[in-house]
T-cell receptor
Framework: EPEVTQTPSHQVTQMGQEVILRCVPI?????FYWYRQILGQKVEFLVS????????KSEIFDDQFSVERPDGSNFTLKIRSTKLEDSAMYFC????????????FGPGTRLTVL | GQNIDQPTEMTATEGAIVQINCTYQTSGFNGLFWYQQHAGEAPTFLSY????GLEEKGRFSSFLSRSKGYSYLLLKELQMKDSASYLC????????????FGTGTRLTVIP
């Protein structure tokens, strides 16, 4: 069964450093998303991406964040100048089209900022 | 904006039935979703409602009342593996696909 994959599973970085989280959505999916979940808190929407551009973003997704689809399979989230409060689980998700309701989540990348 | 409310924790007995409630306030409602999340894992899709009524899917059913801003997830014949967090999420706006999640209900199934 196709699945969303994410790498790395765990990333540790120093405050102020840049990190890139990588995702490979399901191959025939067209809509891609990043969510984050701070430990013990709710899943929060960051950004959605369609047709090689951002379609929506939340207030959390400020200039520190960027997304890219550098090739036909990868979807990345870059966090510049990481802060302690960026420590969280970051989930990538995808779905096939706007009329298809189930979003498939990847296993997540646990980001720890020291 | 969104305001999604669900109980923090629930406990139920193996083999029993449990109902997890969710209330929401949102503009431009475009669907309500239930996800299951085991500790340290990704959310997995359980159900979707956009019209009023009950959707049944095996041991899981989900109900929606749009006028009341209310949904519930019903789990029957509880199994130990059903111990997990259950996340209520709403989608807003025509064409929008991003989900806004509640804080989740941690369900513990006991023997």
């Amino acid at each position: 069964e196709p699945e969303v994959t994410q790498t790395p599973s765990h990333q540790v970085t120093q405050m102020g450093q840049e990190v890139i989280l990588r995702c490979v959505p399901i191959s025939n999916h067209l809509y891609f998303y990043w969510y984050r979940q701070i430990l013990g808190q709710k899943v929060e929407f960051l950004v959605s991406f369609y047709n090689n551009e951002i379609s929506e973003k939340s207030e959390i997704f400020d200039d520190q964040f960027s997304v890219e689809r550098p090739d036909g399979s990868n979807f990345t989230l870059k966090i510049r100048s990481t802060k302690l409060e960026d420590s969280a689980m970051y989930f990538c998700a995808s779905n096939r089209d706007s009329g298809y309701n189930e979003q498939f989540f990847g296993p997540g990348t646990r980001l720890t900022v020291l | 904006g969104q305001n999604i409310d669900q109980p923090t924790e629930m406990t139920a007995t193996e083999g029993a039935i449990v109902q997890i409630n969710c209330t929401y306030q949102t503009s431009g409602f475009n669907g309500l979703f239930w996800y299951q999340q085991h500790a340290g894992e990704a959310p997995t899709f359980l159900s979707y409602n956009v019209l009023d009524g009950l959707e049944e899917k095996g041991r899981f059913s989900s109900f929606l009342s749009r006028s009341k801003g209310y949904s519930y997830l019903l789990l029957k014949e509880l199994q130990m593996k059903d111990s997990a967090s259950y996340l209520c999420a709403v989608r807003e706006g025509a064409g929008a696909n991003n989900l806004f999640f509640g804080t989740g209900t941690r369900l513990t199934v006991i023997p």
